[in-house]
Nanobody, 126 residues
Framework: QVQLVESGGGLVQAGGSLRLSCAAS????????MGWFRQGIGKEREFVAT????????LYADSVKGRFTISRDNAKNTVYLQMNSLKPEDTAVYYC???????????????????WGQGTQVTVSS
């Protein structure tokens, strides 16, 4: 089993930056891709970004391209999400997720991830 713990959320002003972290523990050798999803009030959980085990494949939702950057440090079993130029519409609970299966292309769907963190709140004010 794998446990994921997110941190770094908070309240920021539009245009500001925030860096989220997700620390994985347990059987991390079973983890391949790791990703970030978010869920706003009254909305479905949506894909934000994902990164392969090697860091060679990265995918982003169109809404965050050019503003968010996902990265990982396997030595620390940690994945990051650097968020710049934040907008009020980025407000949501952000969840870290891990996939226990290898995929040629990292998944972008909720069903493609096996482990989830508790989430961290990100609020962007106008």
């Amino acid at each position: 089993q794998v446990q994921l713990v997110e941190s770094g959320g908070g309240l920021v002003q539009a245009g500001g930056s925030l860096r989220l972290s997700c620390a994985a523990s347990g059987r991390t050798f079973n983890v391949y891709a790791m990703g970030w999803f978010r869920q706003g009030i009254g909305k479905e959980r949506e894909f934000v970004a994902t990164i392969s085990w090697t860091g060679g494949s990265l995918l982003y939702a169109d809404s965050v391209k050019g503003r968010f950057t996902i990265s990982r440090d396997n030595a620390k079993n940690t994945v990051y999400l650097q968020m710049n130029s934040l907008k009020p519409e980025d407000t949501a609970v952000y969840y870290c997720a891990a996939d226990r299966r290898y995929r040629v292309v990292p998944g972008t769907g909720v069903s493609e991830y096996d482990y989830w963190g508790q989430g961290t709140q990100v609020t962007v004010s106008s």
